[in-house]
């Protein structure tokens, strides 16, 4: 598994990195986030979801405002002063990850959206305080990930990188940060 610091010169925001795609994990979320066609074959396909919890009607709807909550998201996780207080926006995935003392899974989202809640999730393990390692994300219209294949796959992901991280014996930033310079060898 490989991981790309997000921020130059800080050691706090990781992101998954698939080398046989162009961008790490966080990149290409909000790539789809932004692709407005990406956006309307989704939506197409998810129709029922979205009129199911959400009470919208028109995609164009949910396409405006799922490029809007991406855009205040992504201020939320790299720009300061907000990226110096990434645990202020991720919070433990459930229950049993608030009990959790190493490598807890976590998600973020726009908490403060107006109108309806966001559906936007960012997902990552938490190594320790402020310090994050991004997995991947999701448009969640449901109320679990399991629900749902796409919401499904982000979960495989998180819990494979989490075990990844345990098999490395990584279990704060700098036995992280040993296990990627090592890899750098």
Known sequence: MVFERLIQGKDHLWA????????????????????????????????????????????????GDTI?????????????????????LFTPLGSSDMTVRELTREKARNWGRMG??????????????????????AIKLTRTMQERPHT???????NCCRQYLL?????????FIALIEEDAI
């Open 167 to 175: 098999n490395n014996n990584v279990f704060d930033s700098d036995s």
């Open 68 to 88: 809007e909550d991406a855009e205040q998201l992504q201020r939320l996780i790299l720009d300061i002063p907000y990226t110096e207080n990434l645990d202020e």
């Open 16 to 63: 998954v990195r698939d080398m046989a795609k162009p961008k790490n994990e966080l990149a290409l979320l909000f790539d789809s986030w932004n692709d407005i066609e990406h956006l309307m074959e989704f939506f197409l396909e998810n129709k029922d979801d979205l009129q199911e919890y959400f009470h919208i009607e028109r995609i164009s709807e949910a396409i």
């Open 152 to 158: 499904q796959e982000q979960l495989d992901k998180l």
């Open 116 to 137: 309806h809640t966001s559906w936007l999730r960012v997902y990552a393990i938490r190594l320790e305080e402020n310090v994050f390692v991004i997995t991947g994300g």
